[in-house]
């Protein structure tokens, strides 16, 4: 059983280490005897039905969001929403997470859509939240935290249509007010994390490739794999965290 | 000189003695910071006592190797320049490196000012020292949780050298499509350098590439071939942009192995052929920039050269060290673009090379690390011998080495920096090489380690 990750605008969106979360996934495939592909997907590129079992993004600058919130409002922001309803497992990071919601609305100048995977809403924030992060998490598994690196100045309030990836206990995360961090639906989870996310988090990462296999029809159990450099560079980033605040 | 700065300075040299004799670190930021926050003018004042102005060396990778080199060629040259040597490259940096150069009366022994400054700190630093010449050798994404974007940070530093003085003369990398953009309209004389050659391009970009799209209409560029990251002979198809052309070229490039690279320099009335002592294609970039500066500022080519020929590695970028009949290579790498460099460097030559990476995630390293995600480990895919992980984040630099499929056996976590390198050390046989790649603050531990053992000198000696 193959699955099949659609890697939407890998030149225009991957600007903190996004190369990380693929590469984790991929190889976590692989290490399972399990096949994957990752396919980029660029301005113009369509989205066929089922064609993709998981879909990610990175962020971006300013000006190459501009670019990648009009070629998702025309060739490929409703399929994407379509498939993720019916399945398919997605990872959304800064930039990419504010474009699942339902707009980013900057200090000047028109609001830019979202695609309407998450209820949520973006407006831009004087302040720039940087930083190490710790969520506590249900998603989080085993582990029961989330780390990771935050640098944005957007702020992002969730509607009722989704559920916070996390409650964050270090650092600050959606919006600085209300102690939540990322975004919930079904098989996909939108975050402010990147540091990258998913080396360090291999739960999140087993989370996707779950979702996006359920989407092919298997419900079997992922073979355990030896994280132990992966959760000690979790706890050494839980300690840095707390520290560094 | 006013009462007020000699004041600052008196109490700044004491400060900067009482810090080298605590050994707290050179002394080198200090009794600067002390200053500024006593007189607000103490730089711009001090700067008007230099007969022969100032010159600011900014980009992402190489400005301390660049302004080094330059130091030594106007050393050579009889301009005495009063550098800020030591990478403390924030304006700190600079308001100490005067008051280091100066006697109490505010007399400074050299002649011209040589400031190395960060990019988010160009701006200031402009405006303080009012320039005669200014350097951009390249931009990067480097710890953007302090710099902010990189379109942004170019338009900034853009912005900044259009305030200079008409009689300024700005150098620039051609083959950085950012860089070169700052160059565009500009009023003052404009002096382009680059690698006019394909012998080391290739045909796909690094991850590390930052700059793939056209500073002025935002399409993508395109590529002939690449050099380093997004370096290389670009053009955009939209709007016709391309790279400038340069006039001060490297039209011939051998580089051999890890000693460094031979090169044949086209520049304005001549041609020349020098041997660079450092390895790696960036440190041809840094050559080229502290070339078409000295040129710029009259120094004849046979200086030049001598200047280059005679280089000793700034402290720390690259540096040559035995211990126990051992060779110790430690090359320091701050970001994806130069860490792939030193990669690049590492996969030379012949035999599996031991390393030791160390990851430190403190303010001057720059306290988010996803970077190292960026950086093409892939490439030394059965070129590593054993592999010691360092540093405050060792962990996650393991975990890179992991994901890369590097080799777990030989992988070893030791986050404690000295007993890093002593592990390291007991892993090569005698006349084999140790190389050792830290970030900014793991190579100061790792030197005051070294220092401890009496292999190097301390760094305000150097
Ligand atoms: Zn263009």
Not at chain 1, 176 to 184: H, R
Not at chain 2, 77 to 84: F, K, Y
Not at chain 2, 248 to 263: D, F, N
Not at chain 2, 284 to 296: F, G, H
Request: hydrophobic letters at 40%; proline letters at 4%.
């Amino acid at each position: 059983m193959r699955i099949k990750i659609g890697y939407l605008y890998p030149d225009l969106m991957n600007i903190y280490g996004d190369h990380g979360n693929i590469l984790t996934l991929v190889r976590r495939c692989e290490w399972r005897g399990i096949p994957v592909e990752v396919v980029a997907l660029n301005i113009g590129d369509p989205i066929a039905h089922g064609e993709y079992d998981m879909f990610f993004m990175g962020g971006g600058q300013d000006r190459e969001q501009v670019m990648v919130c009009r070629d998702l409002q025309e060739t490929k922001g409703d399929d994407i929403k379509r498939e993720i309803d019916e399945g398919a497992a997605a990872l959304a990071i800064c930039g990419g997470y504010q474009l699942f919601g339902k707009f980013y609305r900057p200090f000047e100048g028109d609001e830019l859509p979202g695609i309407n995977v998450f209820d949520a809403h973006t407006v831009a924030g004087k302040k720039r939240c940087i930083g190490n992060v710790v969520a506590k998490s249900a998603l989080g598994g085993k582990q029961g935290t989330v780390v990771g690196f935050e640098n944005h100045s957007g702020k992002t309030y969730l509607g009722d249509g989704c559920a916070p990836l996390g409650t964050v206990t270090v650092g600050y995360g959606n919006n600085a007010e209300d102690k939540t961090e990322g975004a919930i639906y079904r098989g996909a989870i939108g975050t402010y994390l990147h540091g990258s996310l998913l080396p360090k988090n291999p739960s999140i990462a087993d989370f996707l490739i779950e979702k996006a296999l359920g989407r092919r029809g298997s419900d079997l159990p992922l073979a355990s794999l030896d994280d132990s450099l992966e959760l000690a560079a979790h706890a050494a980033a839980l300690k840095r965290a707390v520290r560094t605040h | 000189m006013r009462t007020g700065n000699r004041l600052v300075l008196a109490l700044g040299k004491g400060i900067g003695f009482t810090s080298r004799f605590l050994k707290a670190g050179g002394g080198s930021t200090l009794p600067g910071r002390t200053a500024r926050r006593m007189s607000p003018s103490f730089v711009p004042n001090m700067v008007k006592e230099l007969p022969l102005g100032s010159v600011l060396v900014t980009g992402t990778n190489g400005k301390t190797t660049t302004a080094t080199l330059l130091a030594s060629i106007l050393d050579r040259a009889g301009m005495t320049p009063v550098h800020n040597r030591t990478g403390a490259n924030l304006l700190a940096g600079i308001a100490s490196a005067l008051i280091r150069e100066s006697d109490l009366g505010g007399h400074l022994a050299g002649r011209m000012g040589l400031f190395e400054v960060d990019e988010a700190a160009f701006p200031a630093a402009v405006e303080e020292t009012s320039p005669r010449l200014v350097v951009v050798n390249n931009l990067f994404r480097d710890q953007l949780d302090r710099y902010g974007e990189l379109d942004t940070l170019a338009s900034r530093m853009k912005e900044a050298v259009r305030t200079l003085d008409p009689q300024s003369v700005v150098v620039l990398n051609a083959d950085d499509p950012l860089v070169a953009s700052i160059g565009r309209d500009l009023p003052h004389e404009v002096i382009y350098y680059g690698i006019d050659t394909d012998r080391y391009g290739s045909e796909s970009m690094q991850h590390a590439a930052d700059s793939k799209h056209c500073a002025e209409c935002g399409s993508r560029l395109t590529y002939e071939y690449y050099l380093f990251g997004h370096m290389g002979r670009y053009s955009c198809p939209s709007c016709g942009t391309s790279r400038p052309g340069s006039q001060v070229s490297a039209v011939e490039l051998e580089m051999v192995e890890l000693e460094g690279t031979r090169c044949t320099v086209k520049y304005p009335g001549g041609e020349v052929t020098l041997f660079i002592p450092l390895p790696g294609l960036y440190n041809v970039y840094n050559v080229l920039a502290a070339m078409s500066c000295a040129l710029a500022l009259g120094v004849d080519i046979e200086t030049v050269k001598e200047g280059i020929e005679g280089f000793k590695a700034a402290f720390g970028r690259v540096e040559r060290v035995e211990a126990d009949g051992r060779n110790i290579l430690m090359i320091l790498a701050k970001n994806p673009a130069g860490f792939n460099e030193v990669i690049r460097t590492l996969t030379g030559g012949t035999g599996r090379k031991n390393v030791v990476l160390a990851l430190n995630d403190n303010i001057a390293d720059g306290r988010d690390v996803s970077w190292i995600w960026d950086v093409d480990f892939e490439m030394l895919r059965d070129r590593l011998g054993r592999v010691v992980c360092s540093g405050i984040r060792a962990a996650d630099m393991a975990l890179r080495v992991k994901y890369a499929e590097l080799g777990e056996d030989s992988l070893t976590v030791e986050p404690n920096l000295e007993k890093a390198l002593q592990e390291g050390l007991a892993m090569v046989e005698q006349g084999e090489t140790l190389f050792v790649v830290p970030t900014y603050t793991a190579m100061l531990t790792l030197r005051g380690s070294m220092v401890k053992k009496g292999l190097v000198a301390p760094y305000w000696e150097g």
